[in-house]
């Protein structure tokens, strides 16, 4: 079946510290990956995407690396902000077996905060 | 655009009473999704939709009800809350124009409804 495992939280940092959530994943098919992020009081937001094996998925300095041959896609930023406090999802969605739903399956979440 | 909006923002309810949750999006979006969120659980599918007038079973069904009249609108359904619905709902929404390139459609989130169930 599908599942997403995310580092559990919460992830304490200092202004400008590097930062890595790691993910790892098990799927049927060929999964697309994704990392959303949840701002506090909102819904959730499409962060980065990797469609296939050896792609990176980059966006506001954040950045993953789809890993096949270790089924990951951590998460990393080189120097967080303040304003990078929030809640972090790892999710996949598959195509398998015909269906065009590619719902997607969601890591339970990590929750980060940046200290000045 | 609105993108999704979602109504009520929040909602206290006492065991046993009945609530209708709606979603509603402006992007003419063919899929649409109910999901559930509690703390330390992700995000758990309850029921979706692929198409006005189709709804189908997720993850965690049970004790919830769905309705897509429109193809704009996802109605979730709690007929007799329980404690154990307290939660907070997301609804999203996504397109099917990319799958048929053999891409990503990207799901779009609303801001969610919290509900407590007393």
């Known amino acids: 079946g599908n599942s997403v495992t995310q580092m559990e939280g919460p992830v304490t940092l200092s202004e400008e510290a590097f930062l890595t959530i790691n993910c790892t994943y098990t799927a049927t098919g060929y999964p697309s990956l994704f990392w959303y992020v949840q701002y506090p009081g909102e819904g959730l937001q499409l962060l980065l995407k990797?469609?296939?094996?050896?792609d990176k998925g980059s966006n506001k300095g954040f950045e993953a690396t789809y890993r096949k041959e270790t089924t990951s896609f951590h998460l990393e930023k080189g120097s967080v902000q303040v304003s990078d406090s929030a809640v972090y999802f790892c999710?996949?969605?598959?195509?398998?077996?015909?269906?065009?739903?590619?719902?997607?399956?969601f890591g339970r979440g990590t929750q980060l905060t940046v200290w000045p | 655009n609105a993108g999704v909006t979602q109504t009520p923002k929040f909602r206290v309810l006492k065991t046993g009473q009945s609530m209708t949750l709606l979603c509603a999006q402006d992007?003419?979006?063919?899929?649409m999704y109910w999901y559930r969120q509690d703390p330390g659980m992700g995000l758990r599918l309850i029921h979706y939709?692929?198409?006005?007038?189709?709804?189908a079973k997720g993850e965690v069904p049970d004790g919830y009800n769905v309705s897509r009249l429109k193809k704009q609108n996802f109605l979730l359904g709690l007929e007799s809350a329980a404690p154990s619905q307290t939660s907070v709902y997301f609804c999203a929404s996504k397109g099917t124009a990319a799958l048929l390139a053999g891409a990503y459609n990207e799901q779009f989130f609303g801001p969610g409804t919290r509900l407590t169930v007393l």
């Open positions: 992007m003419n979006h063919e899929y």
């Open positions: 939709s692929v198409g006005e007038g189709t709804t």
């Open positions: 990797a469609t296939k094996a050896d």
């Open positions: 999710a996949l969605s598959s195509i398998s077996g015909g269906s065009t739903l590619g719902r997607l399956y």
